[in-house]
């Protein structure tokens, strides 16, 4: 057999063996199914940060109002009110009113001193506290009023060696915890001396009347 016979032989030989494995596979390759998954970030990893929630604050509100502030003399209005005399001794209302457009407070005792003159000056000795009547925190309102009651003792009962009388016109109040006082017109008899003719009580809500 020459050579270029068996050369021919064995290319027939390949093409059957391409043909037979070309029929096992069934011609042409079955097509794959692709799946696809999409990944999502979780929160915490996202190019953003989540929102934090936001709290409203509750209705009623957490803050606690603050108390109003001490009366100044400039915005209080001192008069006199009821008068009751008994024997040896004058009880008579001095009231307060709020001339401010807020609340204000008043806590304790006024000082008050009889008082005469141009300018008003006081005579004898400035009052007491009554220890009948304890503290206590009075809110006045705009247009509010509050009072305390002072005692004048009798000058007349006084030993003359304690007591010069003097005519007094004015009573010099001092609201709780300020300086200045308020002059309110009011006719006693004062003692120049070392006799103790006032006491007053801590004030209290309300005219006294």
């Known amino acids: 057999m020459t050579s ?12 059957a063996v391409a ?17 696809t998954v999409t990944a999502t970030a979780p929160a915490s990893q996202a190019g953003s940060p989540s929102p934090q929630p936001t709290v409203a604050p509750s209705a009623s509100g957490s803050s606690t109002t603050a108390a109003a502030a001490g009366c100044l003399s400039r915005y209080l209005y001192g008069a006199t009110g009821l008068e009751q005399g008994t024997a040896g001794s004058v009880y008579v209302v001095i009231t307060f009113k709020n001339l401010d457009n807020v609340p204000c407070t008043l806590y304790g005792f006024p000082g008050v001193a009889q008082a005469a003159g141009t300018p008003v000056t006081d005579i004898g000795l ?8 304890p503290r206590e925190l009075v809110t006045l309102q705009p247009g509010g009023y509050a009072y305390a009651t002072l005692q004048i003792a009798d000058a007349a009962n006084v030993p003359s060696s304690q007591c010069t009388q003097e005519q007094a016109t004015w009573l010099a109040v001092i609201p709780p915890n300020q300086q200045v006082p308020l002059y309110v017109p009011y006719k006693s008899v004062a003692c120049k001396g070392t006799a103790q003719l006032l006491t007053v009580t801590a004030v209290r809500p309300g005219n006294g009347g």
Do not use: H, N, Q, Y
């Open 4 to 15: 270029g016979l068996r050369g021919c032989l064995a290319l027939a030989a390949l093409g």
């Open 126 to 133: 400035p009052s007491v506290e009554s220890s009948s009547t």
């Open 19 to 35: 043909m037979t494995a070309t029929a096992c596979g069934g011609g042409s390759a079955a097509p794959r199914k692709t799946i």
